[in-house]
């Protein structure tokens, strides 16, 4: 978010909203204890979206497929007719993997 111009003070708040939260799970009248939820985005809220779109933004540089995203859906649209079609999705979906792995 720093890379995108995002200023310390909002750093900082988001940062505060990120840290130190817990979950549970309820099924109809049960619940089980909260426990620290110490990965992800927290799903369901406005900034929380928001925070999913600017970490994905850069996810299709340097591929030469269409990527279609949507909310938490992403995909790679290319025709494969060929071997050297073939090729060149497998090198996007390379690409991805090396993304991710980033």
Not at 8 to 17: P, R, S, V, Y
Not at 33 to 39: H, V
Not at 64 to 76: E, H, P, Q, R
Not at 82 to 90: E, G, P, Y
Request: hydrophobic content about 35%; glycine content about 6%; proline content about 1%.
């Amino acid at each position: 978010m720093r890379k995108h111009g995002t200023g310390e003070k909002l750093l900082g708040t988001i940062g505060d909203w990120l840290r130190n939260r817990q979950q549970r799970v309820c099924i109809k009248k049960k619940q089980s204890t909260w426990e620290e939820a110490w990965s992800s985005v927290p799903r369901g809220s406005v900034l929380g979206l928001m925070l999913f779109l600017i970490f994905i933004n850069d996810l299709e540089d340097n591929t030469s497929g269409n990527v279609l995203k949507f909310a938490y859906d992403k995909k790679i649209l290319r025709q494969v007719r060929n071997a050297h079609d073939n090729n060149r999705m497998q090198a996007d979906l390379d690409r991805l993997v090396e993304w991710a792995d980033k």
